[in-house]
């Protein structure tokens, strides 16, 4: 992938704005469909930041591509099967949004965000050390930080506005929201996709640690997969040649952004501070080796 020049904000001229979330500005094509660009922008500790990191946009586009084109026989996805011919785009508008813009079925997104988590590290390494359990599942006693868990633990949280936190909740809290009904098949469909993902991943180097996915519905009721599948803005990859039980793990995500973040003096709200640039060129080397190695060929192969 080669570099190109950067995207932190988008404004099609043709199309209405349906949407600006922390990464994703989101357009109306029409009734059934519409646009999701990823720009280049990385949120920490839900603060958008203000530099861009160059090629993030494409690396999370093509690795959820990936993700759709091999999980459809788990469960159906957004996409709408075209690309962006016919839409009306400027010459410019068209160029910018090249590998970063997807066309998707309109669909109602769930109020939730479903976790899987797969090793004990960030939040819920903090809710064992206080409770002995994750969001109210108990676990055994005496378990390590980064350690494997005994079965992938599906762990809802709320989904929260841009500068806000989302809540974990119980399973229990989530079919209070959505029925008891949808949230076992979002519980379901959530943990085959994590299964599938980590085993191809472990394959290729990477240990999936815990992932968020989000679902939708439509117009017949259907659950479906939506937004981004399985990236580093959306799960803790650890390379797996360097995984120690009782370490936090080096990472191919934005957690390298959260670590030097937390050497500063910052109080955590916006607006959030520049990145130096050595910070912003291993960011993007990482997001394009996540790609390379998860779009790869198994190691050994």
Known sequence: MEPRST???????????????????????????????TTDR???FDVVLPDPIPDKGRVLTEISDFWFARTSHIIP??????????????????????????VVRRLKALPLEAVVRGYLIGSGWKDYQRTGAVCGIALPVGLQLAERLPEPLFTPAT????????????????????????????????QALYRYAAAHALQRGIIIADTKFEFGLD??????????????????????????VGISP????????????????????????????????????????????????????
């Open 7 to 37: 995207v932190h904000t988008t404004e099609l001229r043709h199309l209405r704005r349906l949407h600006t979330g922390k990464v994703r500005d989101i357009y109306e094509i029409d009734a059934a469909t519409m646009l999701i660009v």
């Open 250 to 301: 080096p990472s191919f995500d934005k957690q390298f952004v959260r670590d030097y973040l937390e050497t500063l003096d910052w109080n955590k709200k916006a607006p959030g501070p520049h990145l130096p640039a050595e910070i912003i060129a291993r960011t993007s080397d990482k997001y394009r080796e996540a790609l390379a190695r998860i779009t790869g060929p198994a190691q050994g192969a």
């Open 159 to 190: 989904k929260a506005a841009v500068g806000e936190h989302d809540e974990n909740i119980s399973f229990d809290e989530a079919a209070g929201i959505i029925g008891a009904d949808l949230a076992s098949q979002v519980r379901d469909a959530a």
């Open 77 to 102: 996805n957004q996409l709408a099967g075209r690309g962006l011919e016919g839409l009306p785009l400027e010459p410019g508008e068209r160029e910018l949004l090249e590998g970063r813009a997807t």
């Open 219 to 244: 117009d017949s009721g259907r659950l479906t997969l939506i937004d981004e599948v399985v990236t580093p803005d959306s799960s803790r990859f650890w390379p797996a040649d360097t995984y120690r």
């Open 42 to 44: 990385l949120s920490a």
